[in-house]
């Protein structure tokens, strides 16, 4: 069974830091692109961060550059974002989503594809 497992998120104040971790059991990651996603209440499911298969390409929203860091462990079947300099507007759902296709880091942030294998999900509540 594939499955994607998120965790590290929690409560943390305006300026702090977060690490969250995508796991995967069932299939190797290796051989798909990886993106962050979040949703906040009323909001619109919207990419955040992507990498590509190897590594070598990422992808970042305008409002998390220069805060956020993408990365991936083939070894480890898992994907990070560490989170930095936290606002309360970071506050949202947080999901990682694995894409079977070949697409660019920009094309799968662009568009939270159903396509697409999801985690459940992993809250991130960021507040003083």
């Known amino acids: 069974q594939l499955q994607l497992v998120e965790s590290g998120g929690g409560l943390v104040q305006p300026g702090g830091s977060l690490r969250l971790s995508c796991a995967a059991s069932?299939?190797?990651?290796?051989?798909?692109?990886i993106g962050w996603f979040r949703q906040a209440p009323g909001k619109e499911r919207e990419g955040v961060s992507c990498i590509s298969r190897r590594g070598g390409s990422t992808n970042y929203a305008d409002s998390v550059k220069g805060r956020f860091t993408i990365s991936r462990d083939n070894a480890k079947n898992t994907v990070y974002l560490q989170m930095n300099s936290l606002k309360p507007e970071d506050t949202a759902v947080y999901y990682c989503?694995?894409?079977?296709?070949?697409?660019?880091?920009?094309?799968?942030?662009?568009?939270?594809?159903?396509?697409?294998?999801w985690g459940q999900g992993t809250q991130v509540t960021v507040s003083s």
């Open positions: 069932g299939f190797t990651l290796d051989y798909y692109g």
């Open positions: 989503a694995a894409d079977p296709s070949i697409r660019t880091v920009q094309s799968m942030c662009a568009t939270p594809r159903g396509g697409y294998y």
